[in-house]
T-cell receptor
Framework: DARVTQTPRDKVTEMGQEVTMRCQPI?????VFWYRQTMMQGLELLAY????????DSGMPKDRFSAEMPDATLATLKIQPSEPRDSAVYFC??????????????FGEGSRLTVL | DQQVKQNSPSLSVQEGRISILNCDYT??????FLWYKKYPAEGPTFLIS?????DKNEDGRFTVFLNKSAKHLSLHIVPSQPGDSAVYFC?????????????FGQGTRLTINP
C-alpha cells in the first residue's frame, strides 16, 4: 500500500525554536510538493521539487524556511526560527510527471505545527 | 493573488439530495481542473478531474462541469451520502514559471445531514 509518509504528525514548540518536518514520497515518484493549510488561504504551495532539484520555492518565506531533498526517499522542510504565525498543517505530496500533467498528487497525512 | 477561489466556506445538504460545490479561477492558462476531498486528520485525496478541452466528466455519483468562458467549475454529488461530509478543495494545474503547478482553492466544508 504505497503512501506518502510524514513525520512528525504533531509538533508543539516555542517561538524561536527550529522545526524540521520530514517526508518520504511514494517510491518511484519524482515530483514532491510542500503545501501549508491555513483557514484563510486553503492549501498554499510552499515548494516543489522534480528529480530532487528545487523548481519553485516562491511560496516560501525565504528568511526562515528552507526545503531540501537529500535523497529520493526524503524531503525536508525546516523553519528556523519558528514564529506563532507558522502554526498550520503542513502537507507533503508526491506524484509522477505523467500524473502531474493531469494534476494528480498523493498527499501525506500532514504535520500539525503549533508554535507558542 | 488567489487564482482559484471557492467562495463558499461551508455547505449543508440533506442526505439523498444533490450537493453542488463551486469554484472560480482567474488564469486562462490552467489546463486541468481537479477536486480533492479531505477528511479530518488526513491528507487530501484525489476525487475527479477534467481537462480544459472538455466541459463535463462523470464518475459514479460525482460529476464535474467546466465553463471556460465563465472560468467556473462545479462538482455535483448525487445522491449525497453521509460519508461525503468532508472538506472539498478545487485545484487547477498549469505550467507556470518553469514548472507544472497545482494551485488550490480555500476549500468548502460539506456537511450531509441525515
Amino acid at each position: 500500500d504505497a503512501r506518502v509518509t510524514q513525520t512528525p504528525r504533531d509538533k508543539v514548540t516555542e517561538m524561536g525554536q527550529e522545526v524540521t518536518m520530514r517526508c518520504q514520497p511514494i517510491l518511484g515518484h519524482n515530483t514532491v510538493f510542500w503545501y501549508r493549510q491555513t483557514m484563510m488561504q486553503g492549501l498554499e504551495l510552499l515548494a516543489y521539487f522534480r528529480n530532487r532539484a528545487p523548481l519553485d520555492d516562491s511560496g516560501m518565506p525565504k528568511d526562515r524556511f528552507s526545503a531540501e531533498m537529500p535523497d529520493a526517499t526524503l524531503a525536508t522542510l525546516k523553519i528556523q526560527p519558528s514564529e506563532p504565525r507558522d502554526s498550520a498543517v503542513y502537507f507533503c505530496a508526491s506524484g509522477t510527471l505523467l500524473g502531474l500533467n493531469t494534476g494528480e498528487l498523493f498527499f501525506g497525512e500532514g504535520s500539525r505545527l503549533t508554535v507558542l | 493573488d488567489q487564482q482559484v477561489k471557492q467562495n463558499s466556506p461551508s455547505l449543508s445538504v440533506q442526505e439523498g439530495r444533490i450537493s453542488i460545490l463551486n469554484c472560480d479561477y482567474t488564469n486562462s492558462m490552467f489546463d486541468y481542473f481537479l477536486w480533492y476531498k479531505k477528511y479530518p486528520a488526513e491528507g487530501p485525496t484525489f476525487l475527479i478531474s477534467i481537462s480544459s478541452i472538455k466541459d463535463k466528466n462523470e464518475d459514479g455519483r460525482f460529476t464535474v462541469f467546466l465553463n471556460k468562458s465563465a472560468k467556473h467549475l462545479s462538482l455535483h454529488i448525487v445522491p449525497s451520502q453521509p460519508g461525503d461530509s468532508a472538506v472539498y478543495f478545487c485545484a487547477a494545474s498549469a505550467f507556470m514559471q518553469g514548472a507544472q503547478k497545482l494551485v488550490f482553492g480555500q476549500g468548502t466544508r460539506l456537511t450531509i445531514n441525515p
